[in-house]
């Protein structure tokens, strides 16, 4: 099972930028999906911004024109440019990977936190 290593999360006040990446222990070829969900205690995951192997994304509304993803494909790493953060956007960030032979991967989780 490929394993995703997340890093980039912490505490920023509100309007700051963090940037987050995720990278996978093996090459990743074929058909995938990588990018970001998180979870705020008490509530369902969601997705946040995602990007597949034809470098097609895709965002949530909350965050459109504030997040970008990005890939680096040589070094099998995802990167999440958050910018103009906002208090709402606090939960912590699971990095996340599909792929049709062995279905979905989770990371561990880096939590984010916008405050004051």
């Known amino acids: 099972q490929v394993q995703l290593m997340e890093s980039g999360g912490g505490l920023v006040q509100p309007g700051g930028s963090l940037r987050l990446s995720c990278a996978a222990s093996?090459?990743?070829?074929?058909?995938?999906?990588m990018g970001w969900y998180r979870q705020v205690s008490g509530k369902q995951r969601e997705m946040v911004a995602l990007i597949d192997s034809y470098g097609d994304t895709n965002y949530a509304d909350s965050v459109k024109g504030r997040f970008t993803i990005s890939r680096d494909s040589t070094k099998n790493t995802v990167f999440l440019q958050m910018n103009s953060l906002k208090p709402e956007d606090t939960g912590m960030y699971y990095c996340?990977?599909?792929?049709?032979?062995?279905?979905?991967?989770w990371g561990q989780g880096t939590q984010v936190t916008v405050s004051s």
């Open positions: 093996e090459s990743i070829f074929g058909l995938y999906q």
């Open positions: 996340y990977m599909w792929r049709p032979r062995y279905g979905a991967a």
